[in-house]
């Protein structure tokens, strides 16, 4: 999809000057304006704190709104909020479950609670894909945590719901349910749900969003294409493995600002993706003219992760 043909009506949630003060006077969310676009991955990160679970739990209809407007396909969630929640689905950060209830009944009942007529062979469905389908008469308190944390997004997902927020949805899970969940979630991107993620694994972003917002300290710092924003803020640095150890770098060579590593058998140039040019022609130029050989060289970027710190730093500041 390109993102300079899309109109505004493939956004499914806008939010428009949302701020919220908790009763006390905490503000955990400054003025924020956000759009999820229609079949998107969107990854919202931010430290503990930041305001990630208020801003997703105020869209859900958990939190009041401060101020500020929310629409849902273009249905308002406080005039409209019977229309909006169906659309929703909500794995919460903070499980809670019946301890006494069957896993069965627990999604099953939930596809209720929002109206929908039963539906066993979609129940059944869902169970399989996350592998619950043999706990199915297992009480709640009979799972273990990444169980349990299954059955909550088998419950957001009873109703079959438009737009999915998952909160740390793999919080506390082991390696292999994490893979599962991408899965699952790229599954569900390609049978049409949008889907809005919160994670602490700053990979699990790099690997699954299409695109990225940063938030801290409740204001949303950085609202961005996964892919854009690596290529904007991400430095790159180039390594040259050399024939030859050197002892310091030529002073031919100072406007570089080189780094001399590995014992001064590599040379260290970093450069930026975003500037009218990379400065690397010169630099081999300059390096051939100086006699210095190498037998290899490599080049490595920024993880996401590297730009999230440097950027929750920076708005620190
Ligand atoms: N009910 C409440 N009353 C007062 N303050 C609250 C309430 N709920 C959250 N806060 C505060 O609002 C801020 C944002 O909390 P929130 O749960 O949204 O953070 P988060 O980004 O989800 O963090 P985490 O990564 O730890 O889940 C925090 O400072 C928190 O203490
Ligand atoms: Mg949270």
């Not at 105020?58 to 229309?83: E, F, K, P």
């Not at 929703?88 to 006494?100: M, R």
């Not at 749900?193 to 938030?215: F, K, P, Q, S």
Request: charged letters at 25%.
């Amino acid at each position: 999809m390109n993102a300079a043909v899309q109109r505004a009506d493939d956004d499914i949630l806008v939010v428009r000057g949302l701020d919220k003060v908790y009763p006390g006077g905490f503000q955990a969310l400054k003025p924020t304006d956000l759009e999820i676009r229609r079949g998107e991955i969107f990854a919202l990160l931010g430290p503990n704190g930041a305001g990630k679970t208020t801003l997703i739990s105020i869209i859900c209809g958990i939190v009041n709104l401060g101020a500020g407007s929310i629409t849902v396909d273009g249905h308002d969630v406080v005039r409209d909020w019977r229309a909006t929640r169906s659309l929703i689905g909500l794995v919460p950060q903070e499980l809670k479950t019946d301890a006494f209830e069957t896993v069965w009944n627990t999604v099953r009942f939930s596809r209720g609670l929002f109206g929908k007529a039963p539906d066993d062979a979609y129940i059944e469905r869902l169970l399989k894909e996350l592998s619950l389908w043999d706990k199915r008469d297992n009480k709640m308190l009979m799972l273990s945590g990444g169980m349990k944390r299954r059955v909550m997004i088998a419950k957001a997902l009873s109703h079959e719901p438009q737009l999915l927020f998952l909160d740390e949805p793999t919080a506390g899970v082991d390696v292999e349910l994490r893979r599962d969940m991408w899965a699952m979630v790229r599954r569900l991107r390609e049978s049409g749900v949008t889907i809005v993620l919160t994670t602490h694994y700053i990979e699990e972003a790099e690997e699954m969003a299409d695109r990225v917002g940063v938030i801290n300290r409740g204001e949303l710092i950085v609202v961005e294409e996964k892919a854009a924003l690596m290529h904007k803020l991400g430095r790159k640095q180039l390594r040259l493995q050399l024939h030859d150890p050197l002892d310091a770098v030529p002073g031919a060579l100072a406007a570089h600002h080189l780094e001399l590593a590995a014992g001064g058998n590599e040379l260290v140039y970093n450069y930026d993706t975003q500037g009218e040019r990379t400065g690397i022609t010169t630099l081999l130029a300059d390096l051939a003219a100086t006699g210095i050989r190498f037998r290899d060289l490599s080049t490595r970027q920024d993880t996401l992760e590297q730009i999230f710190l440097q950027l929750v730093k920076e708005s620190a500041a």
